[in-house]
Every structure is written in structure tokens, then in C-alpha cells.
């Protein structure tokens, strides 16, 4: 298992997953079931320095504390800590999150339905 941060291709909301390593790591969107993509490098991060991990050292900390967060979550297994976001942009709410996808011109109705779901 690595830890992927994957973005939603068509509602761009990101969230850190577990799943097997692969070189074609793909799964699918927590809020609307669509496919979800690892986000790229950031320029410049790219290059794989010497001694690294290839995952490197940002991933390696945030498996850290995904696997803390997992002892805390244990007695909840099935309520994932889903986080406002758009592209891993976070935001206070799940309605400000549609607004920001609606302007980024992706699909707001997963953010939608979340703030429903909320109210
Ligand atoms: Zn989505």
C-alpha cells in the first residue's frame, strides 16, 4: 500500500489515499465516484534527488500522519475525514467549495450535495 494524493478528475476534490503502489495509480472520487488521478508534482519537484524516496519526503510525512490519524480513527473506520476542497485548496465549507469549482469550471454538484447533506 503507498499513500496517494488523488484528485477527482471532473469535480477536482483531493484526498489523501491508501491503495496499492502502482505506476498507473488510479481510484475513484469520494464524493461523486469519478475517476481521481494522483495530483502532479509541482514544478520543480519533479526531479527525484539522490537519497529520496521517490515519493519523497512530504509524502513520507503525511503517511505519517495519515497512519496517525488512522489509530485515532479506529473505533470509527467508516467516517473518513473529508476536508473541503477543490484541487487541495481548502475552504471553510462545502458550499464555498461548489462556488470554487464552479469557477474553475469543474463539476460543483458533489460539493453540492455535501453541503445538503450538512444542512
Ligand atoms: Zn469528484
Known sequence: MALYRMRCTSCGFTQDRRIAA???PKTFCTLCEQEARPVPPKRGQEIVRTGDDWVGKGMELR???ARR???VQQDAPHAPTLRPNVEGE???S???AARLAASKGLDPR???RMAEAQS
Open 94 to 96: 462545502w458550499a464555498e
Open 63 to 65: 503517511a505519517q500522519m
Open 110 to 112: 458533489p460539493f453540492t
Open 69 to 71: 490519524a488512522a489509530r
Open 22 to 24: 502502482t505506476l498507473d
Open 90 to 92: 481548502e475552504v471553510g
